[in-house]
């Protein structure tokens, strides 16, 4: 999942910079929406003793690394030629829902796979949706997000 913008980004006034993450308690529900919690959901993935099995699996828990703004587990996700230098999420965004349309190959047992989905946010009081067909690769042997088509 990329964070595309159409315009230029306003830096907002604030007393004091963004946190790089939002704290969760290890037994709130997972922002991904699959029914576990974050702790047994992504949260393992964002702490790294574990890898995401599949493709969905990483988009997920790629989604719910904005959610609770995780830039680190963000970066180290992202293929290397793909991967921004930096990632500043805005800390006006709220990413409130997850819904995934698809998925083609991506299994433990390919190399190659794409996910379709629909990520609902608010962003400065305003409802959006960014809809976007991933795409994710193993490199040097973990699924990793190579980029996008679609995105809105």
Known sequence: MSRRRSRPRQKAPSASPAPSSLPLSPGAPCPCGLPAPYADCCGRFHRGPAAAPTAEALMRSRYSAFAVRDRAYLLRTWHPDTAPERLEPDPETR???????????GSPFHNEGTVSFRAHFTERGRE???EEHSRFVR???????????GAS
């Open 95 to 105: 990413w409130r829902r997850l819904e995934v349309l698809g998925a083609t190959g």
């Open 128 to 130: 959006g949706v960014l």
């Open 139 to 149: 490199h040097a042997g973990a699924w990793v997000y190579l980029d996008a088509s």
